[in-house]
Structure formats: structure tokens, C-alpha cells
């Protein structure tokens, strides 16, 4: 039975910007599972899957409804423990909460400054209505004042993945020598920003970039079949 994935976009459906809807769709194509995915606009997710999130993604799997990234990887794990392993075990899904609270609390962070008017360039009228005030009313400030802080973010970046630069001096993938669902958490943070925004965030020849490089083509290349912003 073929998996609804239903996952946030913007004006274009074709194009898919989530960090959290990027990481459920390398974790189905990692299992090697059929899905469908279905594009939902900002205005729309309360009326996914009749009002079960607050947010995308959402699947449902048969008569299994499950919200929330990191919870759909667990479903998979469990309801599919014959595919191949999003995890490697208990100590690997651990890791992977440590993961994406490095990712939320340093790269979020970051790019939601970084991105912030590029994201609202690529939505609809009706959801731009919604956004900005949501996205102030989240942040504490206007859209002008979290601009002041935008070319520092940029030039800072860089930093900021100090961590797995270094860890890759050592091995070819977050989860060790093949990736897991922790790789999926970073990629979809950086996949986000390549969607969305134009900003200079990745050098050639750096060790993050030729492992974004490898995300990208991972699974035929599923997250290089949407073009970088322009």
C-alpha cells in the first residue's frame, strides 16, 4: 500500500521547501517504500488528515495517521524493521535526537533569519497573509529588523557546521559509513535553504558541501529533481 505523504509548499507545488517534509522523504525512499506526496499550502494544514497537526509532515500509512518528522522515522523503523535501518539501533535513534536538536537550535536558527523573505517571495497571496504575521509574531520582530541581521547569518554560517566539517574528516556519513536518518535531519536544513534561498552558504570544495553534494544524489537523486533557487 502506497504511503500519503503530505508535505508544504509554496505557490510552485513543485516545489517543496520543508526541512521536516525533506527529512520523511529521504527516510520512505531510505526504507525503499512507495509514497505519494501530497503538496499543501501554509493556509491548508489544518485541514490535513482532518485537523491531526498543527503542522506538515503528516502521513498516512493504511489506517495510521502519524505527524511529526522524527515521529514518522520511529513509525517506519517499527512498522518496517525488514527495510533497511533508519537508525542502527537504539543508540543510533538517540544520536539522531541530538542531531536534530544541534540542527533546530543552530541551523534553524540561522537560516529562519537568512531565508525569512525569500520563503515569503514563494507563496501565494493568501499565504503571505498568514505567514509574516505568524512568522513576527514567533520571532519578536518585524520582517525589516530580522533583515539587519541577515548578512551576518550568512557570513557566519560557515561556522556553524564546524561540527560535522570536522566529523567527516573521519567518516563518510553522519550515521558512519552509510547514512541514516541523523544525515536526513542536516540535509533537510540545508536542502531548504538550496530550495529557497539564493545566499552563498556552502564553499566549493569544503567537506560539507561534497557531503551535501552525495545527499542530494542519494535515492537517484531525489533531492536534486528540484532545482536550486535561482
Not at 552558504?201 to 567537506?207: I, N, V
Request: charged share 20%; aromatic share 10%.
Amino acid at each position: 500500500m502506497t504511503i500519503v505523504l503530505h508535505e508544504l509548499v509554496g505557490a510552485d507545488e513543485a516545489r517543496p521547501f520543508s526541512p521536516h517534509c525533506w527529512k520523511v522523504v529521504m527516510a520512505l525512499a531510505h526504507k525503499g517504500l512507495p509514497f505519494e506526496r501530497k503538496p499543501v499550502c501554509f493556509t491548508q494544514v489544518p485541514g490535513v488528515e482532518g485537523g491531526v497537526s498543527k503542522t506538515v509532515p503528516v502521513i498516512r500509512d493504511g489506517s495510521q495517521v502519524v505527524a511529526d518528522s522524527f515521529m514518522i522515522a520511529a513509525y517506519l523503523e517499527e512498522t518496517y524493521p525488514d527495510r533497511p535501518s533508519l537508525f542502527g539501533g537504539d543508540g543510533g535513534q538517540a544520536m539522531a535526537r541530538f542531531v536534530e536538536a544541534w540542527s533546530q537550535s543552530t541551523l534553524h536558527a540561522a537560516l529562519n533569519v537568512i531565508a525569512l523573505k525569500e520563503i515569503d517571495g514563494i507563496l501565494s497571496p493568501e499565504d503571505q497573509a498568514y505567514f509574516r504575521p505568524s512568522r513576527e509574531a514567533r520571532l519578536g520582530k518585524t520582517f525589516e529588523q530580522i533583515a539587519e541581521r541577515r548578512q551576518a547569518e550568512i557570513e557566519g554560517f560557515g561556522a556553524k557546521l564546524t561540527p560535522l566539517r570536522v566529523m567527516l574528516k573521519s567518516q563518510p556519513w553522519i550515521g558512519g559509513s552509510s547514512p541514516l536518518f541523523a544525515d536526513y535531519i542536516v540535509f533537510g536544513a540545508l536542502q531548504w535553504a538550496r530550495v529557497v534561498s539564493s545566499a552563498p552558504l556552502l564553499e566549493a570544495g569544503d567537506a560539507v558541501t561534497d557531503w551535501f553534494e552525495r545527499c542530494i544524489d542519494l535515492h537517484d537523486g531525489l533531492g536534486r529533481a528540484v532545482a536550486a533557487a535561482g
